[in-house]
């Protein structure tokens, strides 16, 4: 007999995500240690199981790491965030298919809302949906599912830690979900933070079971309504909705330390025009324009004289036209921009974006339509022939601003030349 609908939510994550993308293109690599380090290769963000066995630890500066990585001969990789952007919205192009309510919740997770999807057996539905994008795609994805996003975190960690790879609570009895509940120990509950946790365990609760148990008026009074809302999730009462309005941000940061210093101004401007170039073509692609655009420099603030220069333009029209920001970001950078100064960082943050269609029309509309028509055919242009085969002259290319990335793999998966050429026979 049918029963009241009940909330379906599954919490799809990309196993060791960085990882997995680069053994893409490394079968050799398959069962072998691998390790992906953050910008300028300085610490350790991605680890292939065989890596964590190894005993490396997640966020290890890589000299503190050198040791293990010789010893256990670990394949290391500098960040290609191209790429990992790439298989990403692959991966979740794919995930749409299966529900149209999805939340894009980070580069390697996406929630899915199953509730009004037709579904006999949820496990045979989730465990298709995982080999559907090892198949397609070819990274490897845990998925759990539950009533609630909370208790599908929780259903999505027995997941990854089962062979299956997929777990569901939604069929479950209430004394199944519980004992797993037993041992999943507070700090690792979604939302409850290091701190939170301390202050929990403080007060004898050590695992989600014993929390969900508390008495709600106690958490009133000791905690937040956040803390409320996460002990109601456990209870598979559902406080925290999927938030579909992915581009309703309010900014788009894009930034990155030099990879050796910089004085000269010309080199400055290069790197601040790329930065721009890049979240204006983000932008765009979310159907956002930008009212204030924000240029910084820096310069090594764990040295002596540290110096942070900002500058803020308000535009008198939002955009997202990348002729009219870089013009706009260029002078910024000769506005603040100090001789004699070591720079090792610099960024573009646009700020109060909107969204473009909710924008009037301006005086000056049609005009900006030539524009519009003109940055679609870059646009356009980039994905079929690759990033930055059309650009502005200011962004000329002597990658003097450019990141460390002695271990890069390079692949660009918009770049037709680096696709590898697999042999037959
Ligand atoms: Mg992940």
Redesign the pocket.
């Known amino acids: 007999m049918q029963q009241t609908k009940r909330r379906v939510i599954a919490l799809v994550?990309?196993?060791?995500?960085y990882v997995s993308c680069e053994r893409l293109f490394r079968p050799d690599l398959k069962r072998a240690p691998v390790v992906v380090l953050s910008n300028n290769d300085g610490c350790i963000i991605s680890r292939s199981t065989e890596a964590k066995q190894a005993g490396i630890k997640m966020g290890e500066p890589l000299f503190k790491a050198k040791y293990l990585i010789d010893k256990y001969k670990v394949k290391v990789f500098s960040s290609n965030y191209e790429l990992y952007g790439d298989l990403s919205r692959r991966v979740m192009k794919v995930l749409k298919n299966f529900s149209p309510d999805i939340e894009f919740y980070?580069i390697?997770?996406a929630f899915l809302d199953l509730t009004n999807i037709q579904i006999d057996n949820i496990e045979a539905y989730i465990k298709n949906i995982r080999e559907v994008i090892l198949r397609w795609i070819g990274i490897p994805v845990?998925i759990g599912a539950a009533s609630t996003k909370t208790l599908a975190k929780v259903a999505n960690h027995v997941a990854k830690k089962s062979q299956k790879g997929v777990e569901e609570f939604i069929s479950k009895d209430q004394s199944y979900v519980d004992e797993v509940l037993k041992t999943f120990p507070v700090r690792e509950i979604w939302g409850i933070g290091k701190q939170l946790s301390k202050f929990f365990i403080n007060n004898n609760f050590h695992n989600a079971f014993q929390l969900k148990s508390v008495d709600n008026s106690w958490v009133r009074k000791n905690s937040s309504v956040v803390v409320l809302k996460t002990i109601h999730e456990l209870n598979n009462i559902c406080c925290f909705p999927l938030n579909f309005s992915y581009t309703a941000r309010k900014n788009c940061i894009v930034s990155r330390s030099f990879g050796e210093k910089i004085i000269e101004i010309n080199d400055l401007k290069e790197a601040v025009v790329n930065h721009c170039i890049t979240a204006a073509e983000r932008i765009r692609s979310e159907g956002l324009i930008v009212k204030s655009v924000y240029v910084f420099i820096k310069t090594n603030k764990f040295k002596d004289g540290y110096t942070s220069l900002v500058k803020k333009i308000d535009l008198p029209i939002a955009t997202n036209n990348t002729l009219e920001l870089v013009n706009v970001c260029s002078k910024a950078v000769d506005s603040i921009y100090v001789k004699g100064l070591s720079y090792s960082k610099a960024g573009v943050l646009f700020g109060e974006l909107e969204v473009k269609d909710n924008y009037e029309k301006n005086l000056f509309s049609h005009l900006n339509q030539n524009l519009d028509y003109l940055m679609k055919v870059i646009d356009d242009t980039n994905v079929k022939f690759g990033r930055g085969t059309v650009s502005v002259a200011a962004a000329r290319i002597n990658n003097n601003y450019k990141m460390k990335r002695s271990h890069s793999s390079k692949i660009d998966t918009s770049f037709l030349k680096f696709v590898p050429i697999v042999k037959t026979g």
Not at 13 to 17: A, E, K, L, M, P
């Open positions: 994550d990309c196993n060791s995500f980070s390697d997770e845990s």
